[in-house]
């Protein structure tokens, strides 16, 4: 069905009408027949006048799709409709409506996508949700479905989905060497993304799979969480065992060094006796991934720095360092602020004065660091 449509009165001369709701389902061939009207008009005031009794046509549903025409039928969201129309009425010659009505034609009808992602660039400014900018300002964690914040240290579930949505597409292969509570496998089998997750702690292992196999599955996208070391385990039988010989998404959330023990095992970064060490053990996991991710895709690194006796270790970016010796281009640096930890909750103003007292500023804020594979 097509959403709730309004009436609002502009300033001036003529009511606009205003679609509201998220999802028009339209008629696809009555829809372009409109605009190759509008397209006909002889003067800008008769486009004007055709383009208002589109929106007429749209606010009486005359436009929407029929059940029987599913073939027919076209999804659209409403601000992007809205917004191409009104760039269209706004133009001052026939000539540039003219270039604005067949830009709109194009997005309806052809399909423009890069080789890494299913983002339709005909139809880019649809997507709203999608980050573009270096600073990303997160209100809070996604807790819905089977995400939960009861590991202490995984990160927020945006990050992924950010990720996902940026660097694959439907149907392709995520691996996550740092696995955790499988936040990214979760995020995967909502998008349609098959993942394989690696992580040291069995009783991780258990624990997200059992939230994987909570979450809603729609597409039978492939989940698989294994216990390992990411620094030595053999991807090609993993891989080979769902007809697949590389991934072409590679997350990487490792621990801060050890802001946080994860475990007693030896191999964990958290366990590492110094930064130097620390490096060394990542720069083995990063390229032991490496040899298995395609060519030309992507790599993300999610890292927070550390602060010890007095002095601010830049760990994100000793650990982007490491990446870049190992054949990958730095595309971007991202920085997302987070507003409360578990280790700084409640104590605002006891940080506040120990920032003051020795003379740092508090961490608010991680890394995105993210590489393509040259």
Not at 117 to 135: G, M, Q, V
Not at 247 to 255: G, R, S
Request: aromatic share 10%; charged share 25%.
């Amino acid at each position: 069905m097509v959403t709730k449509i309004r009436e609002e009165s502009l300033p001036g001369k003529e009511a606009r009408l205003r679609l509201v709701g998220k999802t028009l389902v339209l008629d696809k061939t009555a829809l372009l027949q409109s605009l190759d009207q509008l397209k006909a008009a002889d003067s800008v005031a008769n486009l004007r006048r055709s383009l208002y009794e589109l929106r007429h046509r749209l606010i009486n549903s005359a436009l929407t799709a029929q059940p029987s025409s599913e073939d027919n039928s076209i999804e659209l969201h409403s601000d992007y409709l809205e917004s191409e129309l009104d760039q269209i009425g706004e133009a001052f010659t026939l000539d540039r409506a003219r270039y604005y009505i067949g830009r709109l034609q194009k997005g309806l009808t052809r399909v423009k996508t890069s080789p890494v992602n299913d983002i339709n660039l005909n139809r880019w400014k649809e997507y709203e949700d999608i980050y573009t900018d270096s600073l990303w300002l997160v209100d809070r964690r996604d807790r819905s479905g089977a995400h939960t914040a009861e590991y202490w240290g995984n990160f927020i579930p945006q990050i992924p989905h950010q990720l996902l949505k940026r660097y694959t597409k439907q149907g392709d292969w995520v691996l996550d060497t740092f696995a955790g509570s499988g936040t990214t496998l979760l995020e995967s089998q909502r998008l349609g993304r098959n993942a394989i997750g690696i992580e040291l702690q069995p009783r991780m292992v258990e624990r997200a799979s059992q939230l994987i196999a909570a979450e809603l599955n729609e597409t039978g996208a492939i989940q698989q969480i294994i216990t390992g070391d990411s620094a030595t385990v053999d991807y090609g039988p993993i891989l080979a065992a769902h007809g697949q010989k590389s991934f072409q998404l590679v997350v990487m959330h490792p621990p801060y060094f050890d802001i946080i023990k994860f475990s007693e095992e030896s191999a964990d970064l958290s366990n590492a006796p110094t930064v130097e060490a620390f490096l060394e053990m990542m720069g083995r996991i990063v390229d032991n991934a490496s040899q298995y991710l395609d060519k030309g895709r992507y790599l993300a690194l999610v890292i927070g720095d550390k602060f010890c006796k007095g002095e601010w270790i830049p760990l994100g970016f000793l650990t982007m360092n490491e990446i870049q010796k190992r054949n990958f281009l730095l595309k971007s640096i991202i920085v997302k602020n987070f507003e409360e930890t578990t280790g700084k909750r409640n104590q605002k103003e006891l940080w506040k004065y120990r920032a003051l007292v020795g003379g740092f500023y508090i961490f608010k804020h991680e890394y995105i660091f993210v590489f393509k594979k040259r």
